[in-house]
């Protein structure tokens, strides 16, 4: 595990997207120690809250947007998004 990595609240969406998949990969490949894979399993739900908060707050700001210019409601009106990370259990 590297052990100069970037506070999570300080990582962009993409980057956290990106340093959840290494870790996913890292972890899944089982070739690190088991105290590694604590502190992977513990790095890689940080991550994933961080990059569902980002989502999240995505699709408040468009629902925000979409109220302000009438969107709401119609049915040509965009349906909610759905994310990838709403089946991803850590």
């Given at each position: 595990m590297q052990k100069s990595l970037k506070p999570v609240d300080e990582l962009s969406f993409e980057e956290a997207l990106a340093e959840l998949e290494?870790?996913?990969?890292?972890?899944s490949g089982g070739d690190i120690t088991l105290k590694d894979s604590v502190e992977g399993y513990k790095r890689g739900n940080a991550l994933l809250k961080r990059c569902r908060k980002e989502l999240e707050d995505a699709r408040q700001t468009i629902e925000t947007i979409d109220e302000d210019a009438g969107l709401r409601g119609r049915d040509d009106a965009p349906s909610r998004p759905t994310s990838d990370f709403d089946d991803i259990v850590f």
């Open positions: 290494d870790l996913t990969t890292s972890l």
